[in-house]
């Protein structure tokens, strides 16, 4: 008999798991796969290479989480912290943003306006960094407590003045197309920040609710700055591993290879778990660290929810729209005109916000972009463990690649990859010619391998309608949901995906105070 019983150890599982833990609650971790971190993995694929498999740059992981479980004390290295983003030009005029410099053929009137843009969207991204590290208010009335809540966000958006206030609310329900038109004419640079907006969503930059992606996305604190991104030694599995160390020195027990069928009832109330092997194992509290429709439609099932609730879930929206491309090569690619010691950073295929919007519109109607965005990294540059001597690993994610695509990826996995490869090619002439093995990953595979419904990366679109008190649905928003004694702690709950941890620990919170809907 457990007192709480985590289904998956992705990394928000693991940081659930060891908060408990440390609380002194006797703690298991059950997870499907064979090896911990759900879509924040290391493994190999052709022959020789090691690649982060889904996840594989660091830029939202909270240092709150890092302090608080002395992750660096079980071998959490985030290594450089500060890549700089490269805004490929196939002609080879490319930009470079570093911080809020930018090196590049870009006019002073851009220079000026990006290091004003940058600091705004700063200032708004450390509001709902904030507002991250809580559960967020409810709606209900009834508590002192959810009045206070209410006004804690009401007076941080006062914080900013009146100028920075008026301009957060005008700007966080619109599109980033129109945002950057206001401030910017690079269209590399335009290109680059709308890239930003849309990653990991079916949304284009013309969609609405895509500056508060852009938000999300440079919320994280990673180098006290807003913005940056890391690339660990070892790749994101090393993360992980880091966390899983944490979690069992605090006390918490992990099974992997053990997926979970069901969850057990006693009457209305969650009582522990039943393994696809036919195990049961009893616990007083069961927290899923799986999305929430494969929580509640699959593991709980539809007969235990109230019809509305089990409406809800089923309108969430979670059908992912990137797939991951893994290349393994014989030497180090040549981008047409890039100083070879950038080669290590975080590149992007991402040439105007009307190329994303482009690309986006084919994914809308069920096809894969011709001309996908790509955010490159090749992790061998500063990591050379990952590949044998003298060669190197790529990884691309791709937007945009729908997980319903018209006709099925079955005989479209094999073209888009050529598409994909030809499209590098294009950046990096003879490319094609030093792949040795290659792989790609659609939703479907995503799917698969991580058990993560639709393949979605945020177990979830990231849009006003599912965020926040929202999110995944009314009634399961703060954690606690309308089974007793089953909380959610994934992507799925707020504040979404990315390798972040604050839904770990903001679930492990709420069970500790005997938190409810
Ligand atoms: C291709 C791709 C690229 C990405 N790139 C980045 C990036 O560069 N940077 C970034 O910050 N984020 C990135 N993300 C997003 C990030 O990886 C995820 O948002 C994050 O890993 C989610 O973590 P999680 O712990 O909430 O859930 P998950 O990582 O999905 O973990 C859930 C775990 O639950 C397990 N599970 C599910 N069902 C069961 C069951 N029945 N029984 C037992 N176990 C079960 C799964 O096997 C899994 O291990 C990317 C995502 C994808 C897919």
Redesign the pocket.
């Known amino acids: 008999m457990y007192d709480a019983i985590i289904?998956?150890?992705?990394?928000?599982?693991l940081v659930c798991a060891a908060y408990l833990a440390k609380a002194g609650r006797k703690v298991l971790v059950?997870?499907?796969?064979d090896r911990v971190?759900?879509?924040?993995i290391t493994r190999s694929f052709g022959t020789g290479f090691k690649v982060s498999a889904?996840?594989?740059?660091?830029?939202?992981l909270d240092p709150v989480v890092i302090d608080e479980l002395k992750l660096e004390s079980h071998g959490l290295d985030l290594g450089q912290k500060t890549l700089k983003t490269v805004s490929l030009s196939h002609k080879g005029q490319h930009l470079v943003i570093d911080g809020d410099q930018l090196t590049g053929q870009v006019s002073d009137e851009d220079r000026s306006a990006f290091a004003d843009y940058k600091a705004q969207m700063t200032r708004f991204s450390r509001l709902l960094n904030k507002l991250h590290l809580r559960p967020p208010p409810r709606l209900k009335p009834g508590r002192l407590s959810d009045y206070l809540d209410l006004l804690r966000v009401g007076a941080g958006l006062r914080r900013l003045g009146q100028r920075d206030m008026r301009d957060f609310l005008r700007i966080a329900g619109i599109n980033i197309y129109d945002v950057l038109e206001e401030h910017f004419d690079n269209e590399l640079l335009k290109g680059a920040l709308a890239f930003d907006a849309v990653l990991?969503n079916h949304l284009g930059p013309r969609s609405n609710g895509s500056v508060l992606n852009a938000l999300h996305r440079s919320s994280g604190r990673i180098n006290d700055d807003n913005g940056t991104f890391a690339s660990p030694p070892g790749g994101v599995g090393a993360v992980s591993e880091a966390l899983a160390k944490a979690a069992v020195a605090l006390g918490a027990k992990i099974r992997t290879g053990?997926?979970?069928e069901q969850l057990m009832f006693n009457g209305d109330t969650a009582c522990g778990v039943r393994l696809q092997s036919g195990e049961q194992i009893e616990a007083e509290t069961v927290v899923s660290?799986?999305d929430p429709k494969?929580t509640f439609l699959d593991?709980v099932g539809a007969r235990h929810l109230e019809a509305e609730f089990a409406q809800s879930i089923h309108r969430t929206r979670c059908s992912g729209n990137?797939a991951?491309l893994h290349l393994g090569l014989k030497s180090l690619p040549r981008f047409t005109e890039l100083d070879p010691t950038l080669a290590g950073e975080r590149l992007l295929i991402a040439p105007s916000a009307d190329y994303l919007d482009l690309a986006f519109n084919q994914a809308k109607y069920g096809h894969c972009s011709d001309h996908p965005a790509m955010e490159i990294t090749i992790p061998s540059v500063a990591d050379p463990s990952l590949a044998d001597e003298g060669h190197h690993v790529l990884s691309a994610?791709v937007q945009y690649a729908p997980y319903r695509l018209k006709g099925g990826w079955e005989h479209a996995h094999e073209p888009f990859k050529k598409t994909l490869i030809d499209q590098l090619d294009q950046y990096a002439p003879g490319l094609s010619l030093q792949v040795i093995s290659s792989e790609l990953?659609t939703p479907a595979d995503?799917e698969a391998e991580?058990?993560?419904t639709g393949?979605h990366?945020?177990?979830g679109e990231m849009t006003l309608d599912q965020a926040f008190m929202l999110r995944p649905a009314p009634g399961a928003g703060r954690y606690a949901t309308p089974i007793d004694g089953l909380y959610l702690c994934?992507?799925g709950s707020h504040p979404g995906?990315?390798?972040m941890g604050l839904?770990g620990r903001n679930a492990a919170q709420t069970v500790l105070s005997g938190g409810k809907t």
Not at 7 to 13: E, F, P, R, T, V
Not at 37 to 40: K, S
Not at 54 to 60: E, K, P, Q, R
């Open positions: 289904i998956g150890a992705g990394h928000n599982g059950l997870e499907a796969n971190g759900g879509a924040a889904g996840a594989h740059l660091i830029n939202l990991g053990a997926p979970v660290n799986a494969r593991l990137v991951k994610i990953l995503i991580f058990g993560i393949g990366w945020h177990h994934g992507a995906g990315g390798v839904a």
